[in-house]
């Protein structure tokens, strides 16, 4: 029995290694020559490279779209700013102020005024009253 045995163990590390010895990959992807692993990482670095740069134009893109809407805004602002100036300047008239004064409050004009100065007062008729002219 023990020589049964010692062959047995034999033919099965014979069996063992010839298994290994035969065994073939049938893949080509992680069988490849180092010229070819040197050529397949840098078509990943060009790939990388290009998506890289292509998620950099679309950001620059839409930075573009943000600032021609901005600059739109301010031409609209701007433009609505002077449109309340010219209200406000109008609203301001000294014509309309004295207008306003007379009709609705029924104020008049004076007839002298009295300047005040550290020294002296004076006072200063005036004889006709005038309008405010704009």
Do not use: C, H
């Amino acid at each position: 029995m023990l020589a049964r045995k010692a062959a047995v163990g034999r033919v099965k590390s014979d069996v063992l290694v010839g298994v290994q010895g035969k065994r073939e990959s049938k893949s080509i992807v992680f069988d490849l020559s180092p010229t070819l692993k040197t050529i397949v990482q840098w078509i990943a670095v060009v790939v990388g490279f290009l998506f890289v740069a292509m998620i950099m134009n679309a950001y620059i893109t839409k930075l573009g779209y943000e600032v021609v809407k901005t600059q739109a805004a301010i031409v609209q602002l701007t433009k609505d700013n002077d449109t309340l100036s010219v209200e406000v300047a109008s609203l301001k008239s000294p014509v309309r102020v004295q207008k306003i004064a007379a009709e609705t409050l029924g104020m008049v004009l004076p007839d002298s005024f009295v300047y005040s100065t550290k020294s002296t007062t004076t006072e200063r008729n005036v004889q006709t009253k005038q309008q405010i002219i704009d």
